[in-house]
């Protein structure tokens, strides 16, 4: 059987690994609604974390902006899928996804800023989410790893539907832009951080 030589290549019958990217998780997902209650409890005072496009001062906002919700009815939409693409992204290593979900954050954060209505304030883990999402459904063809495409068509049919939707310009209840440029910037950091040894060239699938 080929391996990778990336010590962070998956492995997904590791016990210590899940544990600890579900704790990862888990802990991420807690602290948004930390933030949340905070937020209510202060007035929202912490909705200004959002991003006001093209304003040089809101690009200090690009990063704190994916952690902010106005309300908990928003976290409480994002922290289902975080949790479980969050927990299988990083199953590949803590340090590939926080650089994977670091890269999600900044490109999406700087395409909202750039292109978003004037006038409009987004803030929210969703361009996270859709993020996470275009890496893990294309993670497992840029790898060559059977686990990992099975993974990506699973999870592509059961949120394939919403994540289209989420995306549709004709759908003016969210940030579709936010939620686009977290989905293609997830697919380019499939491809960004592909395991050491992965190459273009032909290879055999490994598990």
């Known amino acids: 059987m080929a391996v990778s030589s990336d010590q962070s290549a998956p492995a997904w019958h590791t016990g210590g690994r899940a544990r600890t ?5 888990l802990a991420w997902v807690a602290f948004l609604w930390l933030l949340e209650i ?3 409890s202060t ?5 200004t974390f959002g991003i006001e496009p093209r304003r040089a001062a809101e690009l200090l906002d ?3 902006a994916s952690f902010i919700h106005f ?6 939409a994002n922290s289902l899928p975080l949790l479980v693409f969050g927990f299988l992204a990083a199953l590949s290593g803590i340090r590939r996804f926080a ?4 890269m999600i954050i900044v490109v999406d954060g700087l395409g909202v800023w750039l292109v978003s209505p004037s006038g409009s304030n987004t803030a929210g883990a969703s361009g996270l989410v ?20 099975g993974a990506g068509l699973v999870i592509g049919a059961i949120w394939g539907s ?4 989420g995306i549709s310009p004709a759908n003016t209840s969210v940030s579709w832009q936010g939620h686009l440029f977290g989905l293609a910037a997830g697919v380019a950091a499939a491809f960004v951080f592909r395991r050491r040894g992965t190459s273009a060239s032909a290879r055999p699938l490994i598990p």
């Open 21 to 25: 990217a579900a704790k990862v998780m």
């Open 38 to 40: 905070v937020d209510a």
């Open 43 to 47: 007035g929202h005072a912490l909705d």
């Open 62 to 64: 690009v990063v704190p």
């Open 71 to 76: 309300g908990f009815g928003h976290v409480a």
């Open 99 to 102: 650089a994977v979900a670091a």
């Open 130 to 149: 859709f993020g996470l999402f275009g890496y893990l459904l294309v993670r497992g063809f840029v790898d060559r790893s059977l686990l990992d495409i």
């Open 162 to 165: 919403s994540i289209l939707v």
